[in-house]
């Protein structure tokens, strides 16, 4: 399951790799919350042809004024997103706040960065793999109770997670 901290994290990868930026920053405006970020690097007005398309946020300086800077579009079950600028850290926050998209886990676990959750479907209900990758025990509050699948013990409430453990919950 791809969350927003493993994107946020893969975005801060991917600005490493890349090297030296180009000293041009141009603002951009968000629709929704109504807040500027920066881009560099590159910067591509869009133009949008679908119907159902949305623009989420214009650019808001230089020759660039009020031309579309990121789009969204829906197309069958889901959402594709074009942004026609470089990704940094505060600019890719605003396009998941603009997203729409609520956290599967938020109504029953508080999941820190450190654990990756990853969901798969099975014909008797949804199983979650929770895998703690750090070498400390890491702590998870389950709101609801679950079952670890694996050991048959009940988690409700703070349990601590041992260095590199993995549960299963079908929930």
């Given at each position: 399951m791809?969350?927003?901290?493993?994107?946020?994290?893969?975005?801060?990868?991917?600005?490493?790799?890349?090297?030296?930026?180009?000293?041009?920053?141009?603002?951009?405006l968000?629709?929704?919350?109504?807040?500027?970020?920066?881009?560099?690097?590159?910067?591509?007005?869009?133009?949008?042809?679908?119907?159902?398309g949305?623009?989420?946020?214009?650019?808001?300086?230089?020759?660039?004024?009020?031309?579309?800077?990121?789009?969204?579009?829906?197309?069958?079950?889901?959402?594709?997103?074009?942004?026609?600028?470089?990704?940094?850290?505060?600019?890719?926050?605003?396009?998941?706040?603009?997203?729409?998209?609520?956290?599967?886990?938020?109504?029953?676990?508080?999941?820190?960065?450190?654990?990756?959750?990853?969901?798969?479907k099975?014909?008797?209900?949804?199983?979650?793999?929770?895998?703690?990758?750090?070498?400390?025990?890491?702590?998870?509050?389950f709101?609801?109770?679950?079952?670890?699948?694996?050991?048959?013990?009940?988690?409700?409430?703070?349990?601590?997670?041992?260095?590199?453990?993995?549960?299963?919950?079908?929930?």
């Amino acid at each position: 399951m791809l969350n927003r901290e493993v994107l946020l994290y893969l975005v801060q990868g991917a600005g490493r790799r890349i090297g030296k930026t180009s000293a041009e920053s141009v603002e951009i405006l968000f629709k929704d919350p109504g807040k500027y970020a920066k881009t560099q690097v590159f910067n591509e007005i869009l133009k949008l042809n679908a119907e159902k398309g949305e623009v989420i946020a214009k650019y808001n300086s230089d020759y660039y004024v009020d031309e579309a800077a990121i789009t969204k579009v829906s197309v069958g079950k889901g959402q594709v997103v074009y942004c026609g600028t470089f990704l940094t850290n505060e600019n890719t926050r605003l396009i998941l706040d603009n997203l729409d998209r609520n956290d599967p886990l938020q109504s029953w676990v508080d999941v820190p960065k450190e654990i990756e959750v990853v969901k798969r479907k099975s014909d008797t209900g949804n199983i979650y793999l929770f895998l703690n990758y750090m070498n400390k025990p890491i702590q998870v509050n389950f709101r609801e109770m679950a079952t670890d699948l694996l050991s048959g013990n009940k988690l409700e409430g703070e349990i601590n997670f041992k260095p590199y453990e993995v549960i299963l919950v079908r929930k």
